[in-house]
């Protein structure tokens, strides 16, 4: 079976860059708190995402609709709205990572098929299987914290469909539970919808070495020249002791092209691409590759990599956890 | 999987840059006025998705140039300025020119640009990413709209930037659809 390539959409011009690129599946969210990308200037209104999935249809693509941030007690109606919404737009799947959440769209939605978020942070086979006998979840992003090994263990033991990060940023914090944005802004990815948000970004040039600070902490200096990474405090600059340094992550993103074969292996249903908040630049180039990529492994050719470096954090790119070699 | 292949990204010729700087700068911020005007009233979710952004002043900074534009949306009324020096604004947006092209015609990725320092962003981040964002989802062609601007001459303004566009490496205008997988 072929495996499936998911990719970003922040917009509805990179949404039709995405089909045209030959995406098989777009992922995208409402412009709002509900999903974990609520950038200044991005996503869809109601009536954009009708007439995104429309299109997407028309080429025979499908459309995922991200849901994935955690309600505020009190605020239900506006998760509750984008998923009725989702499903009257005709999107294929929402993306879900909240019990509640999940449990309204499994008693309100039942025709609305349920894919597990990786904010989830459904990382084991036990617990991927909790949320697909209790809410009927049909696939599971899976976190960026597992080994192809781990994640060929998992697949053995759920009937699940799982979702693996192929290229793109690398959170390798336990999504959906990392407090880091928060401590620093007072708004994080789980409930707002964004990490580090740009009005509590910062850059300051000075000659020539490039300062970020986020909410007033200056978590990076660049000397010139030097790559810049996004201002999150996961990618910033930390002394500990004497060393100094990413004590908790490099600002490097994830390319996994060279694992694909083993991924499909593992029995890996589908190759998502990271970046809703990247440009259709980004997104026509991505797309375009990866889907060259699937079609070499499924012709049984070479599956080439480390072609897309430019568009990569920091200039480089890691396999992440898929090949724990610290280990 | 097709090369990598975006090009280092060309700078305006310093002597070229001097001329410009020459030219009469109301006349220029006029023509420029006109144009964005008319992009913005083709494309409305230009405005829209500005948000709370659409009264932001945006100094857009040719690195290259030895001027600067200022750019202000004032809630669908744009105004145009174009000024020697970057002075006050709510955001400046700096790099080579052919940078910011690229940004609006979609040949650049903006993430990209600032990763390898081609782009530099100051003041407010939130009102940069959200111009960054509309101009991306309205697929702008300037040549284009200049070109319709330019009545009975639009075809030959077309075949010299097509020209231009294909001398410098410069995108000057929006790339053509990619065909369907």
Not at chain 1, 300 to 314: A, D, F, I, N, Q
Not at chain 2, 1 to 15: C, G, L, S, Y
Not at chain 2, 139 to 154: K, T
Request: overall charge neutral; some cysteine; charged content about 20%.
């Amino acid at each position: 079976m072929v495996m499936e390539i998911v990719c970003p959409a922040g917009t509805p011009a990179a949404l039709r860059t995405a089909v045209q690129a030959g995406a098989h599946t777009i992922y995208c969210g409402f412009a709002d708190e509900t999903n974990a990308r609520n950038f200044p200037g991005l996503n869809f209104s109601r009536e954009e995402m009708a007439e995104g999935v429309a299109f997407a249809h028309a080429h025979g693509a499908k459309v995922l609709v991200a849901i994935n941030t955690f309600p505020r007690a009190g605020a239900e109606t506006l998760w509750h709205a984008a998923v009725a919404d989702a499903e009257a737009a005709g999107a294929d799947a929402v993306i879900l990572a909240d019990l509640g959440l999940l449990a309204h769209a499994a008693r309100h939605h039942p025709g609305l098929r349920r894919h597990l978020s990786v904010q989830a942070a459904a990382a084991n086979a036990d617990a991927i299987n909790f949320y697909g006998r209790e809410f009927g979840v049909r696939r599971v992003v899976l976190p960026r914290v597992l080994s192809v090994s781990e994640i060929a263990a998992i697949n053995a033991e759920t009937g699940v469909e799982t979702e693996v990060f192929v290229f793109g940023g690398l959170c390798v914090m336990a999504e959906g539970r990392c407090s880091l944005s928060s401590w620093a802004t007072g708004e994080s990815p789980n409930m707002n919808g964004v990490c580090s948000p740009a009005s509590h970004v910062k850059y300051r040039e000075e000659g020539g070495a490039l300062s970020s600070t986020l909410g007033g902490f200056t978590i990076n200096r660049v000397a010139a020249g030097k790559p810049a990474p996004y201002p999150t405090l996961c990618k910033g600059v930390f002394r500990a002791g004497t060393a100094e340094g990413h004590l908790f992550e490099d600002p490097v993103s994830l390319d996994a092209a060279a694992l694909m074969p083993a991924l499909r292996d593992a029995g890996v249903t589908a190759l998502k691409i990271e970046g809703r908040q990247r440009s259709r630049a980004y997104v026509g180039q991505v797309v375009r590759a990866f889907r060259a990529a699937v079609d070499a492994l499924e012709a049984g050719r070479e599956v080439p990599s480390g072609l897309l470096t430019r568009l990569t954090e920091g200039g480089a790119t890691t396999t992440g956890a898929y090949k724990k070699t610290w280990r | 999987m097709p090369q990598d292949t975006a090009p280092t990204i060309p700078r305006v010729p310093p002597a070229l840059a001097a001329a410009l700087g020459l030219l009469p700068r109301t006349p220029v911020a006029l023509a420029l006025e006109r144009t964005v005007r008319r992009i913005a009233v083709a494309h409305p979710g230009l405005i829209r998705r500005l948000g709370p952004h659409d009264r932001a002043r945006f100094v857009l900074d040719p690195t290259d140039l030895p001027f600067v534009i200022c750019l202000e949306p004032n809630g669908g009324d744009v105004r145009v300025g174009v000024c020697g020096r970057p002075g006050q604004g709510t955001t400046r947006i700096a790099g080579p020119l052919a940078a910011l092209l690229g940004l609006v015609h979609g040949a650049y990725d903006g993430d990209a640009l600032f990763f390898s320092r081609d782009l530099v962003i100051e003041g407010d981040t939130a009102a940069a990413l959200a111009l960054r964002n509309a101009v991306d989802d309205a697929e702008i062609d300037l040549s284009g709209e200049i070109a319709r601007l330019s009545g009975p001459f639009a075809g030959p303004v077309r075949r010299l930037a097509g020209v231009a566009e294909r001398m410098t490496g410069v995108s000057l205008s929006r790339p053509e659809e990619i065909g369907a997988w």
